[in-house]
């Protein structure tokens, strides 16, 4: 199965609207008013749902997401996304295209995306920035149900501001490669947080570690970051 879904949020009148929505099943979007986010004032705000279960080995499902200029836009998701296997191994790919033009402010939600043992997945994310834009960005990974093992994630980030590369990085989870249990790989940990934010002063570089979490900060640019944390679950890797 092939989907698609579309989202196009631009100032007017001093307001961010949504000028364009449309989705298809599994996924579905729904415009849930405003919300309040200090110093930037009221921005739009929307939900990430499923309507059907998906994706499953085969389906190719893509996002296109477009911030206008002075535009600000929350989307969150409302629950994890579960990957399921095909009968005959088959790759399921999902895409994610984002576009913030100048001045533009994004805030990406996340739930975690679960690939259920057998599962065969691509994700990629894919995010432009223009000048002034500003992005929050979460994703999360989900490595497997309780008591399995997970399927095959290949997950792909980049980034660019104004035609620049911030970050490309790419991770493959397989629990089939050798290196899995190791450093190489994931180790003892079974999920994995990314967030990314851009338009805010960097930090040091800072690494943690306690017996269910390791976490690490790293400045990508004077106002743009990346952490990472890996925890045993996601209350120990939710922070």
């Not at 631009?10 to 849930?32: F, H, I, K, Q, Y």
């Not at 043992?117 to 149900?145: C, K, M, P, W, Y």
Request: hydrophobic fraction near 45%.
């Amino acid at each position: 199965m092939k989907a698609s879904a579309l989202v196009v949020a631009e100032l007017r009148n001093g307001r961010t609207v949504l000028t364009d929505l449309r989705s298809e099943a599994p996924m579905a979007l729904r415009e849930t008013g405003l919300r309040e986010a200090l110093p930037l004032g009221a921005m739009q705000r929307l939900s990430m749902l499923g309507s059907a279960a998906g994706p499953v080995g085969g389906d190719e499902l893509t996002m296109t997401v477009r911030v206008g200029a002075g535009a600000s836009l929350s989307v969150e998701a409302v629950a994890a996304t579960m990957v399921f296997p095909a009968t005959d191994g088959a790759v399921s790919k999902q895409r994610l295209e984002i576009v913030v033009e100048a001045d533009g402010y994004l805030r990406w939600a996340g739930q975690p995306l679960l690939v259920i043992e057998g599962g065969n997945h691509e994700q990629t994310i894919s995010i432009r920035l223009e000048e002034g834009a500003q992005l929050d960005f979460l994703d999360e990974v989900a490595l497997g149900r309780t008591g399995e093992l997970p399927g095959r994630l290949d997950a792909h980030l980049r980034v660019e501001r104004n035609g620049t590369p911030l970050i490309d990085q790419r991770q493959v989870y397989d629990p089939a490669s050798p290196a899995w249990k190791s450093t190489a790989g994931a180790g003892a940990f079974r999920h994995v947080r990314h967030h990314l934010v851009v338009g805010h002063r960097a930090e040091s570089v800072v690494v943690a570690v306690v017996e269910a979490v390791t976490a690490a900060r790293f400045p990508l640019a004077e106002d743009a970051e990346l952490a990472i944390t890996l925890g045993v679950d996601r209350c120990a890797g939710a922070d």
